[in-house]
């Protein structure tokens, strides 16, 4: 399946811990972006990483690309209660550069 | 202003019926997309337009049917409904296939 494949499929912390979730996908790129989805809501754009980067920053967000293993990590540091959701990755994909999702990770964090 | 609207939210329809989701945005975006996510959450694209023209075009059923009237409108229209095409249609926009703007997503439900 050209589908990126996210991990852990789920991630349940208390507030205050950091949350890591892991991205791979198979084909090469060029950005990679990572989307919040909140229970029953449309996806909102966290970040974007560009393939010639290896690290972004962005308030409580860290994303890691390494291109040579075709992965991504998204870090949430200082995890809150309202940081409970879905997270995917994002990426261009297979010959006509279709833009694919991961599979997603569930995080909940836990007052 | 709602960037990327789409509707309606709820649709709760018979199977065999003919059914259409709107989708307007006014972010001035030349590429738009619907993304289907099924009940594991997993979000699949169906179709990408850009200026009018469609370029991607997954391998969805014929009974699936986009039309893009300009490039700040795609429906999505889909004939004889069947019960696997309940999920939740997500509607989306970008420029230079970069970060994407959702919609609040349309909720199918096929009985």
């Known amino acids: 399946s050209q589908q990126g494949e996210e991990d852990p499929q789920a991630l349940s912390i208390q507030e205050g811990e950091n949350a890591t979730m892991n991205c791979s996908y198979k084909t090469s790129i060029n950005n990679l972006q990572w989307y919040r989805q909140n229970s029953g809501r449309g996806l909102v754009h966290l970040i974007l990483i560009r393939s010639n980067e290896r690290e972004k920053h962005s308030g409580r967000l860290r994303v890691t690309l390494d291109t040579s293993k075709k992965s991504s990590s998204l870090l949430i540091t200082a995890s809150r209660a309202a940081d409970t959701a879905s997270y995917f990755c994002r990426f261009p994909g297979g010959a006509t550069n279709k833009l694919i999702f991961g599979t997603g990770t569930l995080l909940a964090v836990q007052p | 202003d709602t960037a990327v609207s789409q509707t309606p939210k709820y649709l709760v329809t018979q199977m065999g019926n003919d059914k259409s989701i709107k989708c307007e945005q006014n972010l001035g975006h030349d590429t738009m997309y619907w993304y289907k996510q099924d009940s594991k959450k997993f979000l699949k694209i169906m179709f990408s337009y850009n200026n009018k023209e469609l370029i991607i075009n997954e391998t969805v059923p014929n009974r699936f049917s986009p039309k893009s009237p300009d490039k700040a409108h795609l429906n999505l229209h889909i004939n004889s409904l069947e019960l696997g095409d309940s999920a939740v249609y997500f509607c989306?926009?970008?420029?230079?296939?970069?970060?994407?703007?959702f919609g609040q997503g349309t909720r199918l439900t096929v009985v």
């Open positions: 989306a926009s970008s420029q230079d296939q970069v970060e994407a703007f």
